[in-house]
Each structure stands twice: as structure tokens, then as C-alpha cells.
């Protein structure tokens, strides 16, 4: 069987995962600036939620979901509120910011383990069993939620930002949080909305991974390392960037291991972000 469309396709559903982690990921460094570390363990929040209410207090499965991605929100929310919000009023530097994220990304990882334990878990049953053949590649139907997922994401939050009150006011956050406090928009407020939409988009994200692979307390790390990488690639804190660098990324990663082992994919995809650094460390979209 040739193996290029099936490389196409593993292509597509990796760089739809690493764009929706890049999509919240960008939208909460446009209004706060700072790299959230702790941005990806969000992810294994809302994957630990959904197994939780499902498998242990037996709640139907959407459901579940629904409330794994509201959990995952509130948790961002909270922690916003709790250590950057007060972080903010200090006037802290980028690093005490990324040095904070670290130590909630490592608490709430440690968290779970402890209330789960560190084994590798599954959800006790799937959203879609179904399999589909593309063009000679196979993806199942959690794959093909996962590809929609991140399009539809995309897009509502292109038109959230464009042609809503709110969208608008983010932007100005993004641009000059100094002159939006001037011309009356409450940026803490923007912030913290902010930081919901964005932890859930990456509950969502872990969610989807754990019924297409299973979840663990430390899957947040690896696709936050991902979702960075495309960030950079495509341009931090631009929405069309991310989502181009995360497809980008997808596409280098899979075809890069056609001929080599699998293991290789990590040290490729840090490859791809060392040669940006260097040549174009701006990114595809971003401003010099």
C-alpha cells in the first residue's frame, strides 16, 4: 500500500491538534505577554475531568465533555486571577511570569497524579468508532472530529475578534493595555475572559487527544512544546500564524520520519524551530 496518503493524513490530524493548542496558546500571549507554561497542563485537565465524570461517576459521555471543557476554563480562570492577575499589579518581569507558570503547570500535573496516579488511562468509551478511507489514508472518526474541531475554533474566533465588542476589545488589550485602561476598557477584566476561552480551547484539545490516544498527567507538556513550536513558526500572538505554523509543523514531522524511526518526529520538530530562530525568529506572519 503506498504510504504517502496515509502520511498526508497523520500530517492533517497532527497539525489540526497543534493549532488548536496554538489558538489558545496566541490568543492569551496577545493580551497577557508572557509565555504560559502552564497553558498546557490544561489540557490533561480537561482530559482527567471527562474521565472522571464518565468512568467514575458513570455521567453520559457528552456530557462529560461539556463539563471537562468548563473545568479546564475555570481552572485557567482561577489561576489567572489567583497569580498573574496579582503579578500584573506588581509590575513583574516576563520572567517571574514564566517562572510562576512553571510552578502551576508542575502543581496541577502533581495534582493529578496524585488524585489519578501517573498510569496511562482511557476513557471508557469513544465519541465515534467509525474509520474512514481517504484517498488511501485511514482516519478514524475521532481524528476527523479532532480536524473539524480546529477548523471551526479557527474560525469562530476570527469572527469573535473581528466583528464583536469584545473581539475589538481585545485587540486594543493586545496592542496597548496602557491606552485601553485610558480610554476605559477594563483590561483585567479582558485578561481573565481571556485566559476561560483560552484554557478551554485547551481542555477541548486534551480531550480529543485522550479519546483518539488515552491521556496521562504529563501529556500537557509534549503539546504545549508543539503548540509553541508552531507558534513561533507561524508567528506568536497571530491566530492565521499558529495555525499555518501547527499545519506546517505537522506536515514537517510526519515526512520527516518516512524513511527513519518515529522517535526522530521530536527531534525534527526542534530542528525546524532552531533554524526560525535563527533565520526568521519573527515567524511567517509576524512583525520584525
Known amino acids: 500500500m503506498d504510504i504517502i496518503p496515509q502520511l498526508v493524513v497523520n500530517s492533517i490530524i497532527a497539525g489540526a ?35 472522571y465524570f464518565s468512568k467514575t461517576l458513570g455521567l453520559d459521555i457528552y456530557l462529560s465533555i461539556l463539563l471537562g471543557v ?4 475555570l481552572i485557567g480562570f482561577i489561576v489567572e486571577k489567583l497569580v498573574y492577575k496579582k503579578l500584573r499589579a506588581k509590575k513583574a518581569s516576563s520572567m517571574v511570569f514564566m517562572v510562576a507558570a512553571l510552578g502551576v503547570m508542575t502543581a496541577i500535573q502533581a495534582i493529578i497524579a496524585i488524585l489519578f496516579s501517573s498510569q496511562f488511562q482511557v476513557f471508557p468509551k469513544s465519541i465515534n468508532t467509525e474509520t474512514y ?16 474541531s480546529g477548523i471551526v475554533i ?7 475578534l473581528k466583528f464583536t465588542k469584545f473581539g475589538r ?18 483590561t483585567d477584566k479582558i485578561i481573565s475572559k481571556v485566559f476561560f476561552i483560552g484554557s478551554a480551547i485547551a481542555g ?9 490516544t488515552g491521556i496521562e ?7 504545549l512544546l508543539k503548540g509553541v513550536i508552531a507558534s513561533i513558526i507561524g508567528g506568536v500572538g497571530n491566530i492565521y500564524g499558529g495555525v499555518l505554523g501547527a499545519f506546517f509543523l505537522g506536515f514537517i514531522e510526519n515526512f520527516g520520519i518516512w524513511k527513519i524511526s518515529g522517535e526522530w518526529k521530536d527531534a525534527i520538530s526542534f530542528a525546524v524551530l532552531i533554524l526560525f530562530l535563527l533565520l526568521r525568529p519573527q515567524g511567517i506572519f509576524g512583525k520584525k
Open 169 to 186: 476589545a481585545i485587540r486594543a488589550v493586545s496592542d496597548d493595555e496602557e491606552v485601553s485602561k485610558i480610554v476605559g476598557i477594563d
Open 154 to 160: 479557527m474560525i469562530a474566533l476570527v469572527l469573535v
Open 70 to 73: 468548563f473545568i479546564a476554563g
Open 204 to 212: 477541548l484539545t486534551g480531550i480529543l487527544v485522550g479519546f483518539d
Open 17 to 51: 491538534i497543534y493549532s488548536m493548542v496554538a489558538l489558545g496558546f496566541n490568543l492569551i500571549y496577545g493580551t497577557a505577554k508572557f509565555f504560559d507554561l502552564g497553558y498546557g497542563v490544561l489540557t490533561a485537565v480537561g482530559g482527567y475531568a471527562v474521565f
Open 133 to 148: 478511507n481517504i484517498f488511501g489514508g485511514i482516519i478514524t472518526g475521532v481524528q476527523a472530529i479532532i480536524f473539524i
Open 217 to 223: 498527567p504529563t501529556m500537557g507538556f509534549s503539546l
